[in-house]
């Protein structure tokens, strides 16, 4: 026994034989230290306060000291196994804290060599050393070493133990070896709720869940752990009615949901649109004073969002007293969601300005944003801040949408060479890159990409040929475009969605071959949608097709009866035709049913700040300054040759009111305001919300050339770059 020595009214331990009485160890003032400590730097001062008391020769001491360092997230496992190495004789109980705390730790391999240990010096394993030794085993790659515990289960007879039964029952479910799961589970008298959950897990994580399910209702007594398992098991495979259903049962049976119900259901919420019951959800947890709950709090703003009501979504993350990085991130991700894109951007320099450090879920909500707003000076600061934290960093999804935010903000140089320099390639980077050279004209590049992903292995998707037939139609190659079409059918056993219809429909019919285009609808799997019987109207407008135009309306009008835009186009066709009684009919319906189409808009980022401009918009700050240039520009315009197209303003005024309003066009004004804002020589990006009109396209090619810039520009539907008066899309748009 140790021998126990008192001095100065504190306990001192000399070395012994066995520990002394644990009433003398339990009272001494440096374990109740250790119970309050919270830093690795406060563990030291206390280790050296065990030594200069003597606690270190008491193996009950030392087992206090492991499991701080083992298992407390204030620890530290390589001061552990410091700890061990210098013990002479260590019991069961340090050898299962040591085993307990690897299968916490990224090194779950360490913990079998330490029951090897255990075996070597004589120490006999007990019931608490096999659950943790097994759930090491469930983090390993392979379940061969489970099974080879197992049988040391059998060997010591603890088989019949609750704790590792359900241990072992957990881990061949984790690994999927799902027989060998129900075969534990099966050989067992005792069947708990807790055993009962580990297998549903198991057949929820292989997508078993009909099975998880009969199992689930076989359960005698169901706990709330078991009610989890089967509604998050529905939540993972997106069967998110079955789990909100699965949740009012649980309510029915008078089950109280914990925290890790409430988080499900209300991501089940978010992900299904069901606010009413995301307001029950919250009702209850505020009625069970759980509102503080930061983790609820986020959730409840994930859910909100995307429900729709971004209003009370904010006002919940702006009453956040405390935010954690989760708490930006759901924020950040709604507004995103609900194509909020500003918003967006502003919670993100709201974060930034708190000195908050993004993640990668961070990055992957604001980079899509920048993409939308085509915000490429943020854009460029996270790329640098992902090659600055984010090198490394395994997943490709960061980089794939660095590829699509730098094509869709115009700079598909740095696309191709974020693209070029990616180590591993999934489809989804493919995809993007073959879409980001479609969208800026670059056609046979696009082709020839399509056929390099498909040498390296990569099989084309749904999603693939959309980008390939959209690059066609974006260069008028109509003879590829059917090859393609074909090939996706033939080659590849893809069924034409409307997608893939709508770009082949596009492309014969803005090529004039209004019959084939026709033909092919008639010969669809699929009912037409609005998109396609929209593109053909546009065409009919190209080609001053009246005919054709007032038949497709007419289904149009049946398909979008609220759509505005439609009516406007028909109108625009009328008006090219000179048809002005039919251009006032439509507008008199249209303002007699309040119906506005939506109204161009054209943004433009300068200094890293997004300015937007509509037809004719006078609101900005620099509003004089601005009309001071455009005075000028359309001055050199003239001078160079330019007449504006009035055909494209389609109203029956006079001449010199139609240049007015051509002039005043919303893509004009931002590329004045650039030109006042930028240094001579600086590219200027513009997005534009609608297509842009044949004006304001010839003014630009013009502009490129007067004022020697670079101007690209990107519309509902492609990019276009402008440089030395010529533009990439030759004119075919």
Known sequence: MAIVVATSNLLHFLPGYSDPPYELLQIHPSLALLSKCNS???????????????????????????????????????????????????????FNTMIRGFSLSSSPSLALEYYSNMLFFGVQPNSY????????????????????????????????????????????????????ARMVFDSSSYRDAVSFTALITGYVLRGYV??????????PDRDVVSWNAMISGYAQIGQYDDALSLFHEMMTAKVT?????????????????????????????????????????NAMIDMYAKC?????????????????????????????????YREALEVFRLLQMNGVRPNDVTLLNVIPACAQMGALDLGNWIHIYIEKHYQDFPNETLWTSLVNMYAKCGNIGAAKEIFDRMETKSLASWNAMISGLAMHGEANRAIELFSEMDKEGFRPDEITFVSVLSACCHSGLVDRGRVIFNSMM???????QLQHYGCMIDLLARAGLFEEAMELVSRMAIEPDGAIWGSILGACRIHKNVELAEHVSKILFKLEPDNPGNYVLLSNIYAGAGRWDDVARIRTFLNDRGMKKVPGSTSIEVDGIVHEFLVSDRSHPKSDEIYRMLDEVDK?????????????????????????????????????????????????RIVKNLRVCGNCHSATKLISKIF??????????????FKDGHCSCMDYW
């Open 210 to 219: 009909d099975k998880a399910r009969e199992l689930f209702d076989d359960i």
């Open 40 to 94: 690795i730097e406060s563990f030291k001062q206390i280790h050296s306060q065990f030594i200069k008391f003597g606690l270190h020769h008491t193996q009950f001491a030392l087992s206090k000291l492991i499991d701080f360092c083992a298992v407390s997230p204030y620890g530290s496992v390589s001061y552990a196994i410091s700890i061990f190495d210098s013990i002479n004789n260590p019991n069961h109980v340090i």
């Open 308 to 340: 729709g009501d971004l209003k009370m979504a904010r006002d919940l993350f702006d009453a956040l007293q405390e935010r954690d990085l989760v708490s930006w991130n759901v924020m950040i991700g709604g507004y995103t969601h609900m194509s909020k």
């Open 636 to 684: 050199l315009l003239e001078k160079a040759g330019h007449v504006p197209d009035t055909a494209e303003v389609y109203y029956d005024v006079d001449e010199e009111r139609k240049e007015g309003v051509v002039c005043e066009h919303s893509e004009k004004l931002a590329i004045a305001f650039g030109l006042i804002s930028t240094k001579a020589g600086t590219t200027l």
């Open 490 to 496: 033939a080659d590849y056993d893809i069924s034409p």
């Open 257 to 297: 949901p914990n925290l890790s119900t409430l988080l499900s259901i209300l991501s089940a919420c978010a992900h299904v649109g069901n606010i009413v019951t995301g307001e029950w959800v919250r009702s209850w947890i505020e009625e069970h004073g759980l509102g503080s709950n930061l983790k609820l709090r």
């Open 129 to 180: 050393t096999f659950p943790f030794l097994l759930k090491s085993c469930t983090k390993l790659l392979t379940g061969d070493t489970g099974k080879q515990v197992h049988g040391q289960v059998f060997k010591f007879g603890l088989h019949d133990d609750v704790y590792v039964h359900t241990s072992l029952i957990n881990m061949y479910a984790q690994h999927g070896n799902l027989e060998d």
């Open 708 to 721: 020697d810039r670079e101007i690209i520009a990107r519309d509902r539907c492609r990019f276009h770059h």
